[in-house]
């Protein structure tokens, strides 16, 4: 028996929560701010310090409940009801930025507002205003036991008057400052403060601007309280905004309420656009815009812009003053028409009338002779007011009414056609006459309308239900003729779905009663009738029974479905739904009783299905418009999908012809009532086999089959596919081969004995060697064979294996200053940027105004080029230089881009004059530009590599590590079975098996053994690294022991401790060649334990001082433990330590450039070419992980980081200069920027993760990460590839996968160019807050000295070359570094 508390306080947070829950038990204890039972809640009986009703809790208010972020330590006033003695002290703490004391005055709190320092850190980048809340600590305590909300508002902000005045703050608008403030004292003088939305100078709504393009127009604006710009400030501008570029035009102040753009040309881009509407604003004093409440507008219009014809001219709006120039045929201004006032029409004129009216389409061209038919006309000039077309429409002789709703000036007449019974024409074209019908004010129709007389003959199908819904088709000719159509059967109206000359389809209503029912047709006017056609309603279908009651979640079981009148519906159809699943599937109907339908599908359902069976929520039918049967209450039930095993663990099953295969699984036949049972099919490939069917299993058995085929089961809508299988043949040897061998046998037969006649006099020993090659070749063959079978395997293997084992947990990213320092300076550990350089006080005043002339733009950029104009200055002299000035311009970001920038806009000029390939831009570090360019991606990207691109990569690393661990690697060539790259393969059969050690933690023996699986074949060391990696799994390299520190102990029992390493007095020797020892040297068995024990305290050591004898004397008795005959001891060769000078080491292969090597080693090198496949199978193995990485790479928003502003930024520089130097070739761009970004920072990083994480990267991972790197290189080049039997193997292993990936660079930077550009304010805050962030990550004064030494180096030739420049002399640039030199 064990006690429940009845009450759940604590999941209350606040007092209104904990009151309001209605739970007696709980109530709140105030100054503790927690809900609780009142026994455990301090002094609960003292007045007011714990409340059981809502109107208890504390209620606080605050004056003022605002101050400006201006205001610094304003006093507060705060009244609390509802609280105990507060005789402790309270203290007042603005959320957690920062905290007051509070002093209680008579029932009242006071305390002071943040100072402006801390407001700052509060409000930046909160917009006009930041509400946070005030709340009351207790000092008693330490509790805040109430808050309220408090204001910060930020006047600054608002950079127009009428934002400024209108915000519900007292905030004030200085007219001369153009400026918002709270202190109305910041304004200049007291006629400038605006506290009014009255009082702001604004534009007002006058009437809309309307500026034809290429006149010199002036444009007068309406305005309010406009400002007298006051001594040294500018004068008013209108600055129109045309098409995304800014246009500035002079303006003249009248007065306070009227201002004028003066006279100037407009023009915009585009013959297609008639009016366009720009945006207008107006400035004074360079950047004081004047508020325009109402978004006045200015229209630039084209009077001939899509106004090619007379009548779209004259329509144009009056206010654009454009009329139709006869002579020219052309619309136009009056002013730009030939002189003559006649050719000129203007719409203004009543009298205007356009000539040559033209018809190009009509629409219906065919149409009933009773008339009715609404006529469609279009074409040009036709009319500019309905009253001059009102009469002139004609059919031959038949009038047609035009009708006035439908008219468009100019474009389109819609008429109705008279009755044209009376007349005999039977086609007839169309005529338009404006006003009168002289020659050139007539159109005739270019095709004639034609009268028919339409008629139907039958309908499909004559019969449907009475609920209606029945699709049916009416058959005739001429069905679509004239404008209009309506079809009824009886008085109802058949709802119209489509028409052609032969047809019409329409979906019957519901009908009265049942019976025939006539039909009838109207086109237009005309009654179409034919008493033969009738539609036959019949009494709605019911369903009566559905057989069996039951199916599987994947439906598509047979059912029988018994009812009524089913065959009067065309296209049954049965639904099912079951929670969120539903689905229907076709019915076929036999007779007026049956039909049949398959089970629909609910398998897709959130929700599961008992064993028992699980009724659906709803069965029914989709019969037409019968709607009583979309829910029929039958007794359905769906029963759970059946459950197979798969063939075998790795998904391929190996059987004779003669073997039964056997399908293991559940729920194989539902215990559902009634004898009805699912009916299974096996297929073998493509043929089904006889089935033998059982509670839990399938035998299947098949005809004559060969070979591997997929093996799929299907039962209703299920289907599933457990494996494949391999029927193998029982005769090893077919016919052809048996008669083969016999004849090649036969052959052999007969040569060798020509060959013993001819050599019968020759010695046994030639025999022996003919024996011995032959079993070699054998030997060879077999090996051979059983390499391409293992590598085949390999290839099967699952690689989930892999990617279960890898956690991204804890990814060891270096911090920023280290991963900078080894991308800047590979290779130097502790370089002089990172340490604070002690100087005389002469030097550092020389070297702080060496750093300002640095910041002279020009001074830099002379500087570096010319250190690059000097043939000593060496390739890794401006790798260094480049990574110094990045060094030391680290908090300067926005002026090192734009030097930047001016390099690299220098060497893309310098490239091209040089008549070199434009590709070969940026392929090489032959300049400081590109050197910069790299650490400026290496600065700007850290923050994306943390976020998003470092998980791919490090997974890639830690896959490729893992997988070639799980093979042997060699100790000495670093060569591994498993690898990517061809030159680090082990091109030999290494025979190894996997050993599972338990490994003890010194530092607690109590703790749980670490199981580490290491192969027998491992040296010493390789199993002290694998060991390491897994007691300090997920520690930074640097932080864990190293594994020459560490000892290596095997224990057996408690006492027996032996000491393993890779070279002592066991160690074998032979011929010269000494082997590194293995746990297969020492024995080491499966289960065995190890200890890994610092080298000083190792209970074991056998030391250097220590004699030989003694030392071996302890190994043998150690040894002496081994019960198997063929011990360690009995195999071990005794040699002696002065024999081992001259030895050559080995581990796994011998280096194949001795010439002692064994014939066997030359004969396993004979085929090495067969172990390249093992390339395939370790690249499949971690092929998911470099495409997750290159995915990660080539994606514009990926694991929800967005690209970062850098990218884009370059990227559309390069763009900028290819637009510049005209080059269009899209190869050159997609170079460039290849060569720019993938290949210059990111090959890099791919090829060392150990600039970014603190990881070690061993050899072979280095080669592997190499191919991977080549890979990523050749997917960004834009020059194809081709392969052959000669191409190298990396090239060739990701050969089909090259081209999916270009698509992804394609993509990547199309994606790019497509993003709209970072304005140069986005750009100037990003780089500015990079430099805020690592501002003093480096020393800029040691920098600086690392640089000034180029600068004494070549003196003389900089102080000539800021002597012959003009710029720099105007700059006095060469006096200013004579100071410092």
Not at 55 to 63: A, D, M, P, S
Not at 228 to 241: D, L, V
Not at 871 to 883: I, K, L
Not at 893 to 912: C, F, H, P, R
């Amino acid at each position: 028996v064990s006690r429940l508390p009845v009450e759940s306080c604590e999941q209350y947070s606040s007092c209104n929560e904990c009151l309001g829950s209605g739970d007696p038990h709980c109530g709140w204890c105030v100054l503790h701010n927690l809900c609780t039972r009142k026994d455990r809640c301090e002094r609960a009986d003292e007045l007011q310090r714990f409340a059981f009703r809502m109107e208890q809790c504390v209620r606080l208010t605050v004056h003022p409940n605002n101050i400006s972020v201006t205001m610094s330590e304003v006093q507060l006033m705060l009244q609390a009801q509802n609280v105990p003695s507060l005789s402790a002290g309270v203290n007042c703490s603005f959320e957690d930025y920062t905290e007051t004391e509070g002093h209680i005055i008579g029932g009242r709190i006071y305390c002071l507002s943040p100072t402006t320092h801390e407001i700052a850190h509060i409000t930046r980048n909160q917009g006009d205003k930041r509400v946070m809340k005030l709340y009351l600590k207790s000092k008693e305590t330490g509790k805040k036991f109430t808050n309220v909300d408090f204001v910060f508002y930020n006047c600054s902000v608002h950079q127009s008057c009428l934002s400024c005045v209108n915000g519900s703050f007292p905030c004030h608008w200085c007219k001369y400052r153009h400026m918002c403030t709270h202190n109305v004292n910041d304004c200049s003088f007291h006629e400038g403060r605006v506290n009014m939305s009255e009082e702001c100078p604004q534009i007002l709504s006058s009437t809309q601007i309307y500026i034809p393009v290429g006149v010199m127009k002036p444009v007068t604006l309406l305005a309010q309280n406009l400002p007298q710009p006051q001594s040294g400030q500018r004068n008013y501008e209108c600055i129109f905004h045309i098409q995304g570029k800014e246009y500035s035009v002079t303006a003249l102040r009248f007065n306070s309420t009227s201002i004028q753009c003066q006279k100037t040309l407009y023009d915009y881009e585009g013959s297609d656009i008639s009016d366009l509407p720009v945006d207008l604003s107006v400035v004074w004093n360079g950047d004081f815009v004047i508020d325009n409440p109402h978004k006045i507008k200015a229209h630039l219009y084209k009077c001939y812009a899509l106004r090619d014809s007379c009548g779209m001219c004259l329509k144009a709006d009056s206010r654009f003053d454009c009329g139709w120039c006869v002579q020219e045929k052309k619309c136009s201004l009056k002013q730009e028409c030939a002189p003559l006032e006649s050719t000129w029409m203007h719409p203004s004129a009543d009298n205007s009338r356009c000539t040559h009216p033209k018809i190009t389409k009509l629409f219906p061209e065919t149409g009933p002779r009773q008339g009715g038919t609404r006529l469609t006309i279009t074409g040009e000039n036709l009319g500019l007011q309905f009253r001059d077309i009102q009469s002139g429409v004609k059919l031959g002789k038949v009038p047609c009414i035009p009708i006035e709703e439908e008219y468009i000036s100019a474009e389109r007449i819609v008429c109705q056609l008279n009755d044209a019974t009376g007349y005999r024409v039977q086609d007839a074209q169309v005529e338009v006459c404006v006003r009168d019908c002289l020659a050139d004010y007539r159109a005739l129709s270019p095709r004639a309308f034609t009268f028919v007389t339409p008629f139907f003959t039958r309908m499909q199908p004559s019969q449907g239900p009475l609920s209606g819904g029945t699709r049916i088709t009416i058959e005739g000719n001429h069905l679509n003729a004239g404008s209009s159509v309506a079809v009824n059967i009886g008085r109802h109206p058949c709802h119209f779905k489509k028409r052609s000359s032969k047809e019409i389809v329409c979906v019957t209503p519901a009908g009265v009663t049942p019976g025939s029912t006539p039909v009838m047709v109207d086109i237009d006017a005309a009654e179409l009738r034919n008493p033969e056609v009738k539609f036959n309603y019949t009494e709605d279908p019911t369903i009566l029974r559905i057989e069996p009651e039951w199916s599987i979640a994947s439906g598509g079981t047979l059912l029988t479905i018994s009812g009524t009148n089913l065959a009067t519906i065309k296209e049954p159809k049965i639904r099912a739904k079951y929670g969120t699943a539903e689905s229907l599937h076709n019915c076929t109907v036999y007779n007026n009783s049956v039909m049949v339908c398959l089970a629909p599908s609910v398998a897709h359902s959130e929700r599961g299905f008992a064993e028992t069976g699980s009724g659906p929520d709803e069965i029914g039918f989709y019969m037409d418009n019968v709607h009583a049967l979309m829910v029929v209450n039958e007794s359905f039930s769906y029963y759970p999908d059946p459950v197979f095993e798969p063939l075998s663990p790795t998904g391929i099953l190996e059987l004779k012809p003669t073997s039964p295969m056997i399908l293991k699984g559940r729920n194989l036949f539902p215990a559902a009532p009634g004898s009805s049972r699912l009916n299974y099919t096996v297929l073998i490939g493509e043929t089904p086999c006889v089935l033998t069917l059982s509670e839990t299993q399938l035998l299947c058995e098949w005809p004559n089959l060969t070979g591997q085929h997929k093996v799929t089961i299907r039962v209703g809508g299920f289907e599933y596919t457990p494996g494949s299988l391999h029927i193998y043949s029982d005769s090893l040897l077919t016919l052809p081969a048996i008669v083969g061998i016999g004849g090649g046998g036969g052959l052999l037969l007969l040569v060798i004995i020509a060959v013993l006649i001819a050599y019968k006099r020759k010695s046994r020993d030639a025999d022996r060697t003919l024996r011995r090659l032959q079993l070699q070749m054998d030997n060879l063959e077999s090996r051979v064979a059983l390499e391409c079978k293992e590598a085949f395997a390999e290839l099967q293997t699952d690689i989930h294996e892999l990617t279960q084992e890898l956690d991204g947990a804890g990814i060891p990213f270096l911090d920023y200053r280290t991963y900078a320092m080894r991308v800047l300076f590979p290779g130097i550990e502790d370089h002089p940027v990172l340490k604070e350089m002690e100087v005389q006080a002469n030097v550092e005043k020389a070297l702080t105004l060496f750093g300002q002339l640095l910041t002279k733009r020009h001074f830099l950029l002379t500087f570096i080029r010319t250190l690059e104009a000097q043939r000593s200055f060496s390739m890794r002299d401006r790798g260094n230089v480049a990574s110094l000035i990045m060094t030391a311009l680290q908090g300067e970001m926005e002026y090192a881009t734009g030097v930047l920038k001016q390099l690299l806009s220098d060497l893309i000029d310098k490239n091209l004059e040089s008549k070199n390939h434009p590709k070969l831009l940026l392929r090489r570090t032959e300049s400081v530009a590109e050197k910069m360019l790299t650490n400026w991606f290496t600065f700007l990207l850290y923050k994306f590599l943390k976020e998003c691109a470092g998980e791919p990569l490090f997974m890639l690393y830690c896959a490729i590590k893992q997988q070639m661990e799980k093979g042997p690697i060699d100790a000495i060539t670093g060569e591994a079975r498993y690898s990517l790259s061809e030159d680090k393969l082990i091109r030999q059969q290494i025979d190894y098996k996997t050993l599972t050690l338990h490994c003890v933690n010194l530092e607690n023996e109590t703790a749980p053994e670490v199981t580490v699986k290491c192969l027998n074949c491992d040296t010493v060391t390789q199993v002290k690294e694998k060991l390491l990696d897994a007691v300090y799994k997920g520690s930074p390299y640097s932080q864990r022991p190293k594994a020459g520190d560490m000892e290596m102990e095997w224990r057996q029992g408690r006492m027996a401790r032996i000491i393993l390493q890779d070279e002592d007095v066991t160690t074998k020797i032979d011929n010269d060649w000494k082997r590194l020892n293995t746990l297969a040297h020492y024995q080491v068995i499966d289960g065995s334990v190890i200890a890994l024990v610092p080298k000083q305290n190792s209970a074991y050591h056998i030391s250097n001082s220590s004699t030989f004898t003694k030392s071996l004397s302890k190994y043998e008795s150690m040894l002496r433990t081994a019960s198997s005959p063929d011990s360690l001891r009995s195999r071990t060769p005794m040699i002696t330590p002065d024999l081992e000078s001259g030895t050559k080491l080995w581990h796994l292969v011998k280096n194949h450039d001795h010439s002692d090597q064994r014939e066997g080693d030359r004969g396993s090198k004979m085929v090495s070419e067969i172990y390249l496949t093992r390339l395939l199978a370790t690249k499949g193995t971690l092929q998911k992980f470099v495409d997750d990485l290159f995915e990660t790479i080539f994606s514009t928003a990926h694991r929800g980081s967005a690209l970062p502003l850098a990218i884009k930024y370059m990227f559309d520089f390069l763009d900028e200069q290819a637009d510049k130097h005209q080059i269009t070739d899209a190869d050159v761009r997609h170079t460039w920027k290849s060569n720019c970004l993938p290949l210059r920072f990111w090959v890099n990083v791919i090829k060392n993760p150990q600039f970014v994480f603190d990881i070690h990267k061993n050899s072979i991972t280095d080669a592997c990460l190499s191919v991977v790197a080549q890979t990523f290189m050749d997917s960004c080049s834009t020059s194809e590839h081709k392969l052959g039997k000669d191409s190298p193997s990396n090239k060739l292993l990701y050969a089909k996968d090259i081209p999916s990936y270009k698509n992804w660079v394609e993509r990547y930077y199309s994606d790019i160019s497509r993003m709209p550009a970072i304005s140069d304010q986005d750009m100037s805050a990003y780089l500015a807050e990079q430099s805020r962030l690592h501002l003093n990550q480096f020393n800029s004064m040691s920098a600086l000295h690392e640089i000034y030494s180029y600068i004494i180096k070549y003196k003389d030739e900089i102080l000539s070359a800021l002597q012959k420049d003009e710029q720099a002399r105007r700059q006095r640039l060469r006096s200013k570094l004579e100071q410092v030199v």
